[in-house]
């Protein structure tokens, strides 16, 4: 869902300009967010509240473990580069908000996950608006 409000915004928008340093320095954290989270999934390994949907198991092994949410910190990644490191408005984080309470409902994580998902992101999309002020400060 972030793609689609962020990808044309980016093109559209001055405040991503130039879009060129902009959106790798987005799809980088964001895929740096996802993989570890993915490790810190294995290595705690906690089940998931719901390991079967309509009576069918999941047999994905990645898709079984819950902590931390990889939707949440990869939402907060997004969302802390665009508020801190564009200027845009807080309320994209509430598009994080709505992953995680979404995660919640479908009873894929505890509130636990969510908000260690949240943490991660946001401190990674810190580590993101400071390489995009060291990439504007050396580069433009």
């Known amino acids: 869902m972030f793609a689609l409000i962020l990808l044309p915004l980016m093109f559209i928008s001055d405040l991503y300009k130039p879009v060129y340093v902009s959106l790798p320095v987005v799809l980088i ?8 989270v993915l ?3 294995k290595y705690f390994s906690r089940k998931r509240p719901l390991v079967s949907v309509m009576g069918k198991k999941d047999s ?4 079984k473990h819950s902590f931390p949410s990889a939707h949440s910190a990869n939402s907060a990644v997004v969302a802390t580069i665009l508020v801190f490191g564009f200027g845009e408005t807080a309320w994209f984080y509430f598009f994080s908000v ?3 309470v979404g995660r919640l409902l479908t009873l894929h994580h505890f509130l636990s996950d969510i908000i ?3 943490i991660i992101g946001f401190l990674i999309g810190l580590l993101g608006v400071g390489a995009l002020v060291f990439l504007r400060l050396n580069l433009l």
Do not use: I
Request: glycine letters at 20%; aromatic letters at 20%.
């Open 98 to 100: 709505f992953a995680g």
């Open 39 to 41: 490790s810190l999934k």
């Open 60 to 63: 994905n092994p990645d898709m």
């Open 116 to 118: 260690g998902g949240w």
């Open 29 to 36: 954290f964001t895929y740096g967010t996802d993989r570890l």
